[in-house]
């Protein structure tokens, strides 16, 4: 087992982002926007309903449309892991809540797994979170057209900052299985000094060091040596000692 008491390096990074956007515009590390919505369970206040846990919103474009359909049946398949991970979702669209109620029923049907739709969906008809959150341009706001750019993913921390990402078209349905990992990848390095390579945990089975993760640049070679004195690293022709493998599954949980 790892000795993790080591200071960690993603508080520091974190400090890098500011709170605020100076120019209206989300970011990551910026404290997401608060708001009062209703919801398919009831009246929301976001940062309160978020409290102390991770979050994710998570956005569609209207009810009643294909690729949406399927992108919540899904994700309901996922619902009980991500709560496992003390993992909050709630859902959004620019449609009002009756709609939403109307619509679930189509999904549940649609989904060939039996599943329920445990989870919030926002009603967002006046697209003003929509604009808030930057998924919408302001001129759009008031259209009566689709709103296609809203397909996003947003991943929050406890503190109520963005620390992820992700923007969809409307041709291309999301991975569940992505959002999962993201979350599982984000919790870890907010834990421990670790950064996850490309196609974690995938990664470096070729030099039998699978799923294994990265220490961060602020780990010092002597914190490397007594905190992670099982770590590995990576042969380059630079000969600089900056590829450093850690197992995960032995890092203190």
Not at 200 to 209: A, E, R, V
Request: a negative charge.
């Amino acid at each position: 087992m790892c000795n993790t008491n080591v200071k960690s390096g993603t508080e520091m990074y974190a400090k890098l982002y500011p709170e605020t956007s100076s120019d209206g515009v989300l970011r990551l590390g910026n404290v997401v926007p608060d708001f009062s919505a209703e919801t398919t369970q009831g009246p929301m206040e976001w940062h309160k309903w978020i409290e102390d846990s991770w979050a994710i919103l998570f956005s569609h474009p209207a009810d009643f449309t294909p690729v949406c359909t399927t992108e919540i049946g899904r994700l309901a398949l996922k619902y009980d892991e991500l709560k496992r991970k003390g993992v909050k979702l709630a859902t959004l669209s620019a449609d009002p809540v009756e709609s939403h109620n109307k619509w679930l029923h189509d999904v549940v049907a649609h989904c060939e797994n039996k599943v329920t739709i445990d989870f919030p969906i926002i009603g967002d008809a006046d697209r003003s979170i929509a604009v808030k959150y930057g998924m919408l341009d302001p001129s759009n706001k008031d259209s009566n057209d689709l709103p296609l750019t809203i397909r996003a993913v947003f991943i929050i921390g406890p503190d109520k900052k963005l620390k992820l990402s992700l923007n969809y078209p409307a041709s291309v349905g999301r991975n569940m299985d992505e959002i999962v990992r993201c979350v599982d990848a984000l919790q870890l390095s907010a834990k421990h000094s670790v950064a996850t390579p490309a196609n974690w945990p995938y990664n470096h089975d070729s030099i039998g060091k699978k799923g294994w993760a990265f220490l961060l640049p602020t780990v010092t070679p002597e914190d490397a040596k007594l905190h992670f004195p099982d770590h590995h690293s990576c042969k380059v022709p630079s000969g600089v000692d900056y590829l450093r493998l850690t197992d995960v599954s032995k890092l203190s949980k």
